[in-house]
């Protein structure tokens, strides 16, 4: 309870009082949601935290809050964080997911692991909008990849067969890098049992809904962005960024016709021109982030320290090149997701990577949890 309370108060005089209240109402909230359910698990404490399994992030005794509301009541589009997890197996968050809610519709971004159950936690969870209804089966139509590792990837058979199988027709699009259109071919084949025994064994029904379809965001796609998508309710545009070494990354930006709210996604990478881009004046950019401070305990990366620096750095946002992006776009606020926040347990802190962020000088910047409505 110190530590909480020291955190906050640290908060306080970086932030200002207003954001800094909203804060810690939304802290409040969270943990009196969290104590009544998902941390009354088992838990026994690691001999050896060193390792992808018992990294102290993973514990559930540093989970702190339960997902709650943080979207203004004014606005009729959301965006839902469904899930907020990274590779390393954290038990207790789901794969990278998020949501654009828009007239009742949904429009995802990324697609990790848990996906399908992420939708149901979510639904369980959040009482401010009737998720039932917005993830009803026939709505479950678009997907925009931010890039095509595994760990964002990995619940698209999920998205595109669990629907069928509970009587969704309807073939699904996913837009993303090039190679989304292979990727997405190769998944229709691996799980085309599913399909035939449903289309011709005991149930005998339309195959209609057991595909999807892959659609390339081009390779030229300016730094300044390009129209992908466009309906009645969202504008979508692709933006270039910087991810490790693959050679086609991007960060979505949703226009959302309803009520001129801009969101924009970053996925995963380091400091780009396109990130600053399709961030430009919105009023969210989720985006990752990664410890500086503490990058010495992340359990991948090299052996040292400054091995890690290199490697790691090549893959992910470090605080510094958050604060560029942030002061280049001069977007409203910034949401954390996909956070690897990594220390030893002694000095574990939930909030780590987000105060060394606001030690930077990002204002206006909040850390997500599963379950969360912006």
Known sequence: ??????????????VGSSFAETWKEDLEKGAATTEQNHLNVPFAKPTNWKTPYTTPGNWPVF???GPIDRSPPDKSSKVLVMGTGDPTPNPFRHGPAMAVIVNGHPY???????WWRALAHSVLA?????????FALPNLKYMFLTHLHEDHTVGLPSFISNPYKFGAGGDKKVFGPTGVDKMIMHINAAWSLDRH???????????DGSTAVG??????TATDGRKIFEDDNVYVEAFPTKHGFLEHTYAYRFTTKPDGRVFAFGGDGTYSEGLSAAAKSADILFVEGITRKNVKFATWGGDTEEEKVRVI????????RLKKVYDESGVKSIVLVHVQNYNNPENFDRLGVLNEMID???ENILLAQDGDLY
């Open 360 to 362: 930077e000088g990002i």
């Open 1 to 14: 309870m110190i530590k909480i309370c020291m955190t906050l108060l640290a908060i306080t005089l970086t």
């Open 215 to 220: 659609i390339p965001v081009w390779p030229g």
């Open 313 to 320: 750095g090549a893959y992910h946002m470090f605080p510094e």
């Open 108 to 114: 995802f971004v990324d697609c990790g692991e848990g």
């Open 197 to 207: 025994e449903m289309a011709q064994g005991s149930i005998v029904r339309s195959p």
């Open 63 to 65: 989970e702190n809050r």
């Open 126 to 134: 959040q009482s401010a909008i009737d998720l039932a209804s917005v």
